[in-house]
Structures are given as structure tokens and as C-alpha cells.
């Protein structure tokens, strides 16, 4: 390591230095002993800089790290000081001792001139100010964990109109406090990146964002108008979720919609009374007033208008809606601390034909956090171990580890599949089940 460290600060161009630099991250992943590297080229600091994020904390002295990355946000670009915000907070996250220096760090980058350096440590501070005024109102007797604050908050383009903020939850917690019908409803657990619910050629383009609450998902629809001689009023999306169990409570209409406009409008549904049944595909249809007008002037010829509605593509609720990722830098403790009270265990044959692929699929169908690098495989590998960290609905903690093997049996001859032994672990009971399903 010394010796590529050294070859690091010699001359070279981009492709070799780059080619030095993934020998390093190849080392670091297999020893974890070997952690140290600089270098001068943008692209290849932020790429250490974010391992350092990544492995630091596991070391057995993580503190050493802090000054050379705080070094970088003293002393870099705005790319390589936004990377290093990046990897102090996950040493705050992971560390309680390092907890109070990290936050004066991170506080004196509230300073800095370029928002691509303030966003990250605005997002690290946002979403630890949210749960912990989430803790403090709601009744509990378990000690705040500061691990239980989301790794990673994933950017969104606002509506048209909405001034842009730094983390999304925060500016839909605005948006939704300033409807009376949504008041009751506490803070968002999670928000959903936009779904397209219309193709992009039609004449009403619609996005549909899912707010999840304790009890509750605000349906966001954003609607687009491209239509130059029709405006619309009094628009609503009507969902019918009966027979999954999801109840209609309130519609908040958008009033009007002009042409080549966008407008929002809200739809409050109740989730199941059985704290096991929380997906389900709901049929959507907006209803609105239509008004023809003047392309010219957007006047309407019409005061009156008529009514029409447009069918909109279902929604699908996930398991992975309810769930939010956490980052647990030492998993093993996690899960024997949860302890076996609420576990499920059960083996299960998958038509999967090869174990990155059953990975990806296994986390993106539980929306958790792959730990301890076990997202990765070693190439020739026939068996693997995934281990997963989550929050779900609730402020429930879930753990799942997932031991796979190549060559399943199956009724299909010939066919590819994975035997997969799946553990869950949570302080709820209906989360187990619940995240057990998403692989039913």
C-alpha cells in the first residue's frame, strides 16, 4: 500500500493514476487493514474519499480519519469537498464518541459558497433534526439511536413553482402541513421518487409521488396540461383501493390547470386496518372540468364547460414503500442486540440464474441496505450471505440475512435456480411478516 500510496504523488495522467487508484479500493475490500491514499485528480479523490466514507468507520481507530477528510473540505474543490461532507457524516452516523466533533465540522460547512458542499451536510442535518422531533412526539421508551438516520437522501425535482430544498422530505413536510386535511397526519416516514402513471405523448401528462405515513399515504399527483386550447378545473385523481383494503379518506382538488400549465392535486387513502396487508395495485382515474379556450388568449369560450375524466395507469404499492435504508456499520452486534424474539426463518427456491442477480432483486423487492459489503460477490463463488438494515413504517428496526446456493431444484427441467435461507429480525412483529412477503 505504501508503495501505490507513493506512485499516487508521482507524475502520471488520469488513466494511470486511475488505474492505481482500483488497485487500492480492490485491496481495501479484500484487507481492511490497508486504508490510506491521496491523490490530485478530482474524479479519483472523490472515489477515496467516499471509501474512506464507506470503510473508515469499521476500523478499529476511525478517529484518524477525521482530519484528513476534513483537510479536504478545507483545502479542495467543490466536488472533493462535498464528497468529504459526505463521508463525515456516515463517521457520525456510525460513531456516538465521534458524533459532537462531527457536527461542529459539519456545522462550519453551512459557511461554505457552493451548494454542491452545503447540500450534503444540510441533508445529513435535516433528516437527524426530523427524527429526532419525530422521536420526541411520538410515545416510546426506547432510547434514541442515531444509526437509525436514513444513509443516503435521494435528490428530486420539484413541481414547478416549489422552491428547491435541500432534502425532499422537508419540502413535502411544507407542502402537506399547509393542507388542513393533512395536519393530524405527524411527519412523513418516506417519500417515492416520481412515477409516470400516463405515456409522455398524451395530452395530460401525470406523476404520481407517494408520501408514506404511520397510517396513511398522501397520493401527490403532479399534472401537466400541454394542451393550448383547454384549461381544466376542479381536478382530482380517484383511486379505488377497496379491494385490497385501502380506504379513500379525502381528495384535494387542484382549481384549475391552465393550458401549457401544471398543476398538483392530493388524494388521502388509509391503509389497512391488518397491519400485515400493505401492498396492493390501485386504479386511478382523474376527473376534472374541461373548458375550451382561445389558443391565443387561454380565455375560455365556455363559462360553464363539462365534465370529463382520463384513465390514469395503476398504482402499485411495495413492500420497499414502507421500508427506509439504514446504514448498520456493524451488522453482527445489530442482530444479536434485536435478539430472536420476533424471528422468522424459511428456505425458498428461486428462478434466478445467477447470485448478483438474485442480490439485486432481494434488495430492491425489501427497499433495505446491503452491509458489510455483502452486495458484493466474489467472482466463482457458488454460495453468498446478504446482510440488510432498515427502518420500517413505524420506527421499526428489520435485519435480514439471506444465505444463497447455486442449484435449486425445480419443476422446470434445466432450469437455472438459487435455494435461498431467509432470516428476519425486528423489535415488530408485523414487519417480519411484512418484509418476508416481498419475496413471496
Known amino acids: 500500500m505504501t508503495f501505490l ?59 484518524k480519519y477525521i482530519r484528513y477528510i476534513y483537510n479536504r473540505v478545507i483545502l479542495e474543490n467543490a466536488p472533493v469537498r462535498a464528497a468529504a461532507v459526505s463521508a463525515l457524516a456516515k463517521f457520525g452516523a456510525a460513531s456516538e464518541d465521534l458524533l459532537p466533533n462531527i457536527l461542529v465540522l459539519l456545522q462550519r460547512t453551512t ?16 433528516s437527524l433534526e426530523r427524527l429526532l422531533h419525530r422521536y420526541t412526539i411520538e410515545p416510546t421508551t426506547k432510547p434514541f439511536d442515531v444509526r437509525s438516520v436514513p ?31 393533512f395536519a393530524h397526519l405527524g411527519p412523513i416516514f418516506k417519500s417515492s421518487l416520481p412515477v409516470d402513471l400516463t405515456e409522455s405523448e398524451v395530452e395530460y401528462v401525470v406523476r404520481c409521488i407517494k408520501h408514506i405515513f404511520s397510517h396513511y399515504i398522501v397520493f401527490q399527483f403532479d399534472i401537466n396540461n400541454t394542451l393550448n386550447d383547454q384549461l381544466l378545473e376542479r381536478v382530482t385523481v380517484q383511486i379505488d383501493g377497496s379491494a385490497e383494503g385501502f380506504a379513500v379518506f379525502h ?40 373548458k375550451d379556450c382561445d389558443p391565443t388568449t387561454g380565455v375560455p369560450d365556455d363559462e360553464e364547460g363539462y365534465a370529463d375524466e382520463f384513465v390514469l395507469e395503476d398504482i402499485e404499492i411495495t413492500v ?61 463463488k457458488a454460495s453468498h450471505a446478504l446482510y440488510l ?29 438459487i435455494t435461498m435461507q431467509l432470516t428476519i429480525r425486528s423489535t415488530d412483529e408485523s414487519a417480519v411478516q411484512v418484509i418476508a412477503s416481498a419475496v413471496e
Open 151 to 181: 444513509v443516503e437522501a435521494v435528490p428530486v425535482e420539484q413541481p414547478k413553482g416549489i422552491e428547491s430544498k435541500t432534502n425532499r422530505e422537508d419540502t413535502y413536510d411544507e407542502q402537506l402541513s399547509a393542507i388542513p386535511e
Open 111 to 126: 459557511l461554505d459558497q457552493d451548494d454542491e458542499v452545503r447540500d450534503p451536510m444540510n441533508v445529513s442535518l435535516s
Open 389 to 417: 438494515a432498515g427502518v420500517y413504517r413505524g420506527e421499526h428496526d428489520v435485519l435480514v440475512r439471506a444465505k444463497m446456493a447455486l442449484g435449486g431444484t425445480t419443476v422446470y427441467p434445466g432450469a437455472q435456480a
Open 5 to 63: 500510496s507513493n506512485m499516487l504523488h508521482e507524475e502520471g495522467d488520469y488513466e494511470y493514476k486511475k488505474a492505481i487508484v482500483n488497485t487500492i479500493i480492490s485491496i481495501v475490500e479484500e484487507n481492511p487493514e490497508a486504508k490510506e491514499a491521496d491523490c490530485e485528480h478530482t474524479s479519483l479523490a472523490t472515489r477515496i474519499i467516499h471509501l474512506l466514507g464507506r470503510e473508515g468507520p469499521r476500523t478499529t481507530t476511525p478517529a
Open 251 to 290: 381528495c384535494t382538488p387542484c382549481q384549475v390547470i391552465k393550458c401549457n400549465d401544471t398543476g398538483t392535486t392530493y388524494t388521502l387513502v388509509k391503509l389497512p386496518d391488518d397491519s400485515s396487508v400493505v401492498t396492493g395495485t390501485l386504479a386511478c382515474i382523474m376527473k376534472y372540468t374541461v
Open 320 to 380: 420497499s414503500d414502507h421500508v427506509q435504508k439504514v446504514l448498520k456499520p456493524n451488522w453482527s452486534a445489530s442482530w444479536e442486540e434485536i435478539g430472536a424474539e420476533n424471528e422468522l426463518e424459511d428456505t425458498y427456491t428461486l428462478l434466478i440464474p445467477t447470485l448478483e442477480e438474485c442480490v439485486k432483486k432481494i434488495i430492491n423487492y425489501m427497499g433495505m441496505q446491503a452491509c458489510e459489503r455483502s452486495d458484493k460477490i466474489p467472482e466463482g
